[in-house]
């Protein structure tokens, strides 16, 4: 079945250090990936999507490529500030599926001054 | 932005009674879902709910859960009887489109004692 392994945490990187999340998938059809982002406190958001092979999504300095070939969709930013703190999740859907989710188990950032 | 809203934030209950989980998903949306996850674990699909009726459910939703939409605005979980492992933080999401990214609100923690 579908599911998707993402890079254990918990991380912590100075404020304007390179991040990578590692996220890799298992998917029978052409899934859409997503990353969702969870400050403390709050619900997921939506950080950045592709939906199909070679996008890149792209939000708030964050990148993240869909590559079939390795069936991954690392998250990358190239300098993280204090306020990236939060728990980062890695998702899928496909749409022979109906709209459901699967998502990876977080990982943690901290980011220190 | 328009937000999906959940209530309450967290709720106690002892192990064997009801509860019901509130949610007000986002106005124009048309496809509804309740997420659990366990301290530690990864965010699980639980139901999916489109035009007044179960669209989609997981294992994990046995005849302990229900969902309803009372109205046009509420979209609520019940669960029966609470064991302990149903503790866990309970997330409601809805989304405009079958294919659409998942909005969801910031969660009900719920603790079964």
């Known amino acids: 079945g579908d599911s998707v392994t993402q890079m254990e945490g918990p991380v912590t990187l100075s404020e304007e250090a390179f991040l990578t999340i590692n996220c890799t998938y298992t998917a029978t059809g052409y899934p859409s990936l997503f990353w969702y982002v969870q400050y403390p406190g709050e619900g997921l958001q939506l950080l950045l999507k592709?939906?199909?092979?070679?996008d890149k999504g792209s939000n708030k300095g964050f990148e993240a490529t869909y590559r079939k070939e390795t069936t991954s969709f690392h998250l990358e930013k190239g300098s993280v500030q204090v306020s990236d703190s939060a728990v980062y999740f890695c998702a899928l859907s496909e749409t022979n599926t109906g709209n459901q989710f699967y998502f990876g188990t977080g990982t943690s950032l901290t980011v220190i001054p | 932005e328009p937000e999906v809203t959940q209530t309450p934030s967290h709720q106690v209950t002892q192990m064997g009674q009801e509860v019901i989980l509130r949610c007000v998903p986002i106005s124009n949306h048309l496809y509804f879902y309740w997420y659990r996850q366990i301290l530690g674990q990864k965010v699980e699909f639980l139901v999916s709910?489109?035009?007044?009726?179960?669209?989609?459910k997981s294992e994990i939703f046995d005849d302990q859960f229900s969902v309803e939409r009372p109205d046009g605005s509420n979209f609520t979980l019940k669960i029966r009887s609470t064991k302990l492992e149903d503790s866990a933080m309970y997330f409601c999401?809805?989304?405009?489109?079958?294919?659409?990214?998942?909005?969801f609100g910031n969660g009900t923690r719920l603790t079964v004692t």
């Open positions: 709910f489109y035009n007044n009726e179960i669209s989609e």
């Open positions: 592709a939906t199909k092979a070679d």
């Open positions: 999401a809805s989304s405009q489109g079958w294919d659409s990214p998942l909005h």
